[in-house]
């Protein structure tokens, strides 16, 4: 149900591995093709990590997959890694999670017993700074029961320690992987927490950028969990209100709005748009937009090139409508 692990970013700088990075050749049917120069060679980056990521990475989430990863040997080797400051306060418990330039652990206050997460960012390079910088603007203003909290920040020389609330209860993805698909009732139910969430950020001027069900986390495994959204390493913090333009082309491919690929000044809409495709997902269990070739993928959303097929036939309808 597409790869989820992937991520449109800028350019990262030239002492980054050159393996973090691939960019999209045109495809040679294109000629005819009145989207081709939207889709060049040298334009849009699809950037993914080289070593494979659990399915949360993304987010701070603790599932049954971390018992099953043979992980207890690398405990003391990510504890030995962290700020003194950070292990006289809090017991490195496990690695739960990790990215390109981050990695999620486990943890437990020394003095409460209270679990929680630590997100450990390594700055030394500039795109891993851009995204500390960005999650750390979002979460240091906002409050909200379907936001992740961020607890408290450590920071170093080369790395920032974000400690967050841990959520116990595994992905949106998972649970899609698990379920096949979501009754209109069920995605209805998810749809409305997320969407309290993202009206709050929105009304605060934040754009998430990277919606989708790996970045949206049930705090707990019961039936009756509230959803969190999670990851804001490509998110934009603006001024109040819908008219602050933005022109970063980023996001997941498979969730990114046509306005963006064509390299056109957005709005938050495109939250709006990623939702949709979450939308399309809960109710059929599949993507609306998927190819492995990136530039075929492309063409299809810029296009809106899907078809919707169940209880009731017909493609499906989704607007902003807080």
Not at 290 to 317: H, M, V
Request: aromatic share 10%; proline share 5%.
């Amino acid at each position: 149900m597409g790869c989820g692990t992937s991520k449109v970013l800028p350019e990262p700088p030239k002492n980054i591995q050159l393996d973090l990075v691939k960019i999209v050749e045109p495809h040679l049917a294109l000629k005819n093709d009145q989207y081709k120069h939207f889709i060049t060679d040298n334009g849009l980056i699809d950037s993914k990590v080289h070593s494979p990521a659990p399915p949360y990475s993304n987010g701070f989430s603790q599932s049954n997959a971390e018992s099953a990863d043979p992980r207890k040997h690398k405990v003391a080797k990510y504890r030995a890694k962290f700020d003194p400051r950070v292990t006289a306060k809090y017991d490195i418990k496990a690695l739960i999670g990790r990215g390109s330039f981050s990695r999620v652990v486990r943890v437990e206050n020394k003095a409460s017993k209270q679990p929680y997460a630590i997100k450990m960012i390594e700055t030394k390079y500039r795109e891993g700074r851009e995204v500390c910088e960005s999650e750390l603007s979002v979460l240091r203003r906002v409050r909200h029961t379907n936001i992740i909290k961020l607890i408290e920040v450590f920071e170093t020389q080369e790395r920032v320690y974000m400690v967050m609330e841990l959520a116990t209860g595994g992905e949106l993805f998972d649970r899609i992987i698990a379920k096949g698909s979501f009754t209109e009732r069920d995605a209805t139910h998810v749809l409305q927490m997320v969407l309290e969430g993202v009206k709050y950020l929105h009304t605060l001027g934040i754009t998430h950028r990277d919606l989708k069900p790996e970045n949206l986390l049930y705090y707990h495994p019961g039936t009756d969990s509230k959803i969190m959204i999670t990851d804001f390493g490509l998110a934009s913090a603006r001024k109040k209100g819908d008219d602050c333009l933005m022109k970063t082309t980023c996001g997941t491919p498979e969730y990114i709005a046509p306005e963006i690929l064509v390299r056109k000044p957005y709005t938050n809409s495109v939250d709006m748009w990623a939702l949709g495709v979450i939308s399309y997902i809960l109710l059929s269990g599949t993507m609306p937009f998927e190819d492995d070739n990136r530039t075929r993928l492309y063409r299809q959303i810029l296009k809106g090139k899907y078809s919707y097929s169940g209880e009731f036939a017909g493609p499906l309808q989704f607007s902003k409508a807080y």
